[in-house]
């Protein structure tokens, strides 16, 4: 739990961190810029940080729309059988769960944050469900992610939870 804690508590320095480049790029007080939040949580730290990057954003003037990826087939609760099919889907190159449709374009937004927890290692299929039916040619696109302390290629590829 403590551990938990502690990567939550580096994701919100890296949020800071994260959101004060955005800043930045804003002036006056006018809504002139767009930001999508796309997210999955299970289990809803990934929808904390998701809710608290929104509250960010839009302190720095950004119009935010914020959405969770809801599974067509809902997952089941913390456990053996969660364990056993997130095993089965990460070890599937060709699974891309289904999810309730979301009415958006990346191609109007300005920044594009996309939040994931880590699942055995890797992001959950079904981000990739979303991220493969979007066209992001040309936009800019940041991951933020929660784990358990075992973050794997995403900790890589991403840095320190971010
Ligand atoms: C099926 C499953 C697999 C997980 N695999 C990992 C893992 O490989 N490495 C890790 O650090 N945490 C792992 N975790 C922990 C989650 O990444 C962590 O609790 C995350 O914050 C959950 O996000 P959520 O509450 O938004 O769903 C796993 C959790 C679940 C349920």
């Not at 599974?71 to 456990?79: A, R, W």
Request: hydrophobic letters at 40%; one cysteine or more.
């Amino acid at each position: 739990m403590l551990n938990i804690l502690k990567k939550l508590f580096a994701l919100f320095a890296g949020l800071t961190l994260m959101f004060g480049s955005v800043d930045a790029e804003q002036s006056g007080n006018v809504k002139t810029k767009k930001a999508l939040i796309v997210y999955f949580s299970h289990t809803g730290n990934t929808k904390l940080i998701a809710e608290r990057a929104q509250k960010e954003l839009a302190a720095v003037n950004y119009l935010v729309d914020l959405h969770r990826l809801e599974p067509t087939k809902p997952y089941p609760e913390y456990g053996d059988e969660l364990r056993d099919l997130a095993k089965e889907e990460t070890e599937n190159d060709n699974c891309r769960p289904e999810f309730e449709a979301i009415n958006v374009d990346a191609q109007s937004y300005d920044v594009i944050f996309i939040g994931t927890p880590v699942w055995w290692y890797k992001a959950p299929k079904i981000v990739l469900s979303f991220l493969e039916k979007q066209d992001f040619s040309n936009k800019k696109v940041r991951f933020f992610i929660t784990h358990g302390g075992g973050p794997g290629a995403l900790h890589k590829r991403y840095g320190n939870g971010v």
